[in-house]
C-alpha cells in the first residue's frame, strides 16, 4: 500500500500492527479500557459479536448433548490445592478475597475488615469447584456421561492487558464431562476440538491447524491439551481454543467416583474446553484492513447498511419511503439460518461520513438510496471485502438474491484471503540459521513483524524448547494432528526427532 494513499486507520498495519489493532477496535467502537486496571468495558457493537458467538457455539454444544449450568465465582482455596500441578501452574494468576467487609477505618476511609477463616480464589478456571458438584451428581455408571457447559466470567491477574486478547477479566465458555471410561473421555476431547474448529472455519472465517500441546505447553493439570491455532496479519499465532483430556487427575481431587457396571467403586474420567471473547481480538487481526474492522456476515450483529442520500425535504421524503420499501423487502430474507438484519442511517451526517461509519465497524453491505435509484428502481451496492468505491448496482426485485450471494462470497473470500496468507507465511526449516533468521525482525521500527509459522523438527526435550523460547520468544504451538512420522533433526540440538511441529510467536 502506498504511503501516500490515505486510509480511515492509522497508523497502518504496516507502520505500527499493535496500535493499528488499538485503532481498529475504537473506530469500530467495540470496547474500551475500564477504571479497572486490566479490565475492559465491552460496548454494545463488540458485546453484540460475542452474544453471536455463544449463540452459534451453545447450539452446538446443544447438538452434541451439552447442557448449561452455573457455578459460583468464589472457590475455596483449600478446594485449588486439592490439584498440586493445577495450583502451581495458576498461583501468580490468581486474585484473592481475604476479608468479607469494610468498616470505617476512623479517619474518613474505609478498611476491610471481616477476615475469611478461608480466603477465597476469584475463578480462574472452574475444574475444581464443578468437580465438588460433580462429586455429588455422579455417583453410579447410569449417571454417565455427564455434560455440562457454563458461560462466565473469569479472573486472571495479567501483568500485560491488551483488549480482547489478554485482559485480568474476560468472558468465555467453559465445557465440563464427566465419562465411564477413557476412551469416551478421549472421544470427547476431540470432538470438542472439531466443533471449536468447524466454529473457526465456517463463522469466523478463520483457518487453524489443529493439534497438542507440548507438556510445557499443556493446561496444568491435563494429562493432554489440544488446541487450534490460527495466524494474524502481523505473522502470530492466536491459540483460539483449547480441549483438556484431564485422565483421573481431578477426579481424584475432587473425589468423583461413581459404581461401575460390574458393581465396583473408581474413579471416574473428565474433560475441559474452553474458548473466550479472545476471540473477537482473532476476528480483528484475521481479517481487518486499514480501513478497520471486516467482519464475515456469519457472526456480524448486522449484514446491510441502508444509506440514504438527499439534499431537502422533498427527495428525503421520497428516499426514505423507497429505503422504508428495501427493509420491508429484506425482513424475511435468511442467510443460511440467519436473519438479515438491516441497518437504516438517516442521521445528520454526509453520505460519505455515514459511509466511512459502517466501513470502520466492518458491516458486511452498504447500500446506497439516492434520487436516481429511486427513479431506476435500484440501488448502490458496496462489500466490505472490496475496495470502498467498487459499488454495484441492483435492481430492487433482484436485491434479495444478490444480497445472500454477496454474503456468502464475503464469507468464503475472507476465509480463503486468510488461508492464502496462512500457507504463503508458512515453510518448513530444517537449519537452525535460517530457523533463527526466520524469527528475528528485519525492521527495528516493527518489531512485530517477523517470519510466520516454521514447520521444523524438534526432539521433544522441553530443555530444547526453552531454549528456542529463551532466544527468540518462539514456542512449539502445536504437535500437528496431521503432522506425518518423518525422520529429521532437531532444529535446536540436532538430536533425532521423527516429526515436524509448529512454531511460532504468540499472542
Keep these: 500500500m502506498s504511503k501516500n494513499k490515505r486510509t480511515a486507520i492509522e497508523p497502518t498495519r504496516m507502520e505500527n500492527y499493535a496500535e493499528w489493532y488499538q485503532q481498529v477496535i475504537k473506530a469500530a467502537d467495540l470496547a474500551e479500557t475500564s477504571e479497572v486496571r486490566g479490565c475492559m468495558v465491552i460496548k454494545p457493537w463488540g458485546y453484540a459479536i460475542w452474544e453471536n458467538i455463544q449463540r452459534v457455539l451453545d447450539g452446538m454444544f446443544r447438538e452434541t448433548g451439552h447442557r448449561n449450568a452455573y457455578f459460583p465465582v468464589f472457590i475455596p482455596k483449600s478446594y485449588f490445592e486439592k490439584e498440586a500441578e493445577h495450583v502451581e501452574g495458576f498461583a501468580k494468576e490468581c486474585a484473592v478475597v481475604t476479608h468479607s467487609k469494610l468498616e470505617d477505618d476512623g479517619k474518613g476511609g474505609l478498611k476491610a475488615a471481616g477476615e475469611l477463616t478461608e ?13 465438588a458438584s ?31 486478547l489478554r485482559t485480568t477479566e474476560f468472558l468465555w465458555q467453559e465445557g465440563h464431562t464427566v465419562h465411564e471410561s477413557y476412551e469416551e ?32 505447553e499443556k493446561f496444568p493439570g491435563a494429562v493432554n491439551t489440544y488446541c487450534i491455532e490460527a495466524m494474524m496479519q502481523d505473522k502470530k499465532a492466536l491459540q483460539s481454543g483449547t480441549s483438556h483430556f484431564l485422565g483421573q487427575n481431578f477426579a481424584k481431587a475432587s473425589n468423583i467416583r461413581f459404581q461401575n457396571r460390574n458393581g465396583e467403586v473408581e474413579y471416574a474420567w473428565t474433560t475441559s474446553w474452553g474458548v473466550s471473547t479472545r476471540l473477537i481480538g482473532a476476528l480483528i487481526m484475521a481479517h481487518s484492513d486499514d480501513n478497520g474492522l471486516v467482519l464475515p456476515p456469519r457472526i456480524a450483529p448486522a449484514h446491510v447498511a441502508l444509506i440514504p442520500i438527499y439534499k431537502n425535504e422533498e427527495e428525503r421524503d421520497q428516499i426514505l419511503a423507497f429505503t422504508h420499501r428495501i427493509q420491508d423487502l429484506l425482513k424475511n430474507t435468511m442467510f443460511d439460518d440467519i436473519k438479515v438484519y438491516c441497518e437504516l442511517d438517516d442521521r445528520d451526517l454526509t453520505s460519505s461520513e455515514r459511509n466511512w461509519y459502517w466501513i470502520k465497524k466492518g458491516i458486511p453491505l452498504r447500500v446506497e438510496i439516492g434520487p436516481r435509484d429511486v427513479e ?45 496468507f496462512r500457507n504463503g507465511n508458512m515453510i518448513k526449516i530444517d537449519d537452525q540459521s535460517e530457523f533463527y533468521r526466520y524469527f528475528t525482525p528485519q525492521n527495528k521500527n516493527q518489531p512485530e513483524i517477523h517470519g510466520g509459522f516454521a ?43 521423527v516429526r515436524r511441529v509448529i512454531f511460532a510467536k504468540s499472542y
Design 455 to 497: 514447520r521444523s523438527h524438534w526432539c521433544g526435550d522441553v530443555s530444547c524448547e526453552e531454549r528456542i523460547k529463551d532466544d527468540l520468544k518462539v514456542t512449539v504451538r502445536c504437535i500437528p494432528f496431521d503432522a506425518v512420522e518423518e525422520k529429521g533433526s532437531c532444529i535446536c540440538c540436532g538430536k533425532t526427532s
Design 134 to 164: 460433580f462429586a455429588r451428581w455422579v455417583n453410579s455408571y447410569r449417571d454417565l456421561p455427564l455434560l455440562i457447559n457454563q458461560w462466565a466470567n473469569i479472573v486472571r491477574w495479567e501483568m500485560r492487558t491488551r483488549l480482547f
Design 185 to 216: 473421555a478421549m472421544e470427547e476431547t476431540q470432538r470438542m476440538l472439531t466443533v471449536y474448529a468447524r466454529f473457526a472455519e465456517d463463522y469466523l472465517a478463520i483457518p487453524v491447524i489443529k493439534g497438542e500441546k507440548t507438556e510445557g
Design 376 to 420: 431506476q428502481n435500484s440501488v448502490m451496492i458496496a462489500r466490505r471485502d472490496l475496495e470502498p468505491r467498487d459499488k454495484q448496482s441492483v435492481q430492487f426485485d433482484a436485491l434479495p438474491g444478490y444480497v445472500l450471494k454477496a454474503l456468502a462470497d464475503l464469507q468464503s473470500n475472507i476465509y480463503t484471503k486468510a488461508l492464502e
Design 119 to 131: 480466603p477465597y480464589i476469584i475463578r480462574p478456571t472452574s475444574e475444581t469447584i464443578i468437580g
